[in-house]
């Protein structure tokens, strides 16, 4: 274990999340595909993630009525941030 924020860090329940991120992406995936990701390539990947931030920062300062919730913002950012990975890795 190492230290975050002055605390052990849970490796447990950072597979948990990292797990529900995957099934998140699976999911969503089924439903809207990934061609706008494909189509627009990294300015794609930009712009999701630069509205997901957005999202969850509209999301920490309101209790607004969305069907998306703060955790599902959160992890829709990160399963972003492993395709602008995975975009990279790929483009070398």
């Not at 950072?14 to 699976?26: D, V, W």
């Not at 300015?43 to 509205?51: L, N």
């Amino acid at each position: 274990m190492i230290l975050f924020c002055g605390e052990m860090m849970d490796y447990i329940e950072y597979k948990k999340i990292i797990k529900e991120c995957y099934a998140i992406s699976k999911r969503k995936n089924r439903l809207y595909g990934d061609l706008g990701l494909i189509k627009f390539g990294k300015i794609g990947i930009f712009t999701r993630i630069y509205d997901k931030i957005c999202r969850i920062d509209y999301l920490l300062k309101k209790e607004p009525k969305t069907d998306e919730s703060l955790e599902d913002s959160i992890k829709d950012s990160i399963n972003y941030m492993i395709y602008l990975l995975i975009y990279l890795r790929k483009k070398k």
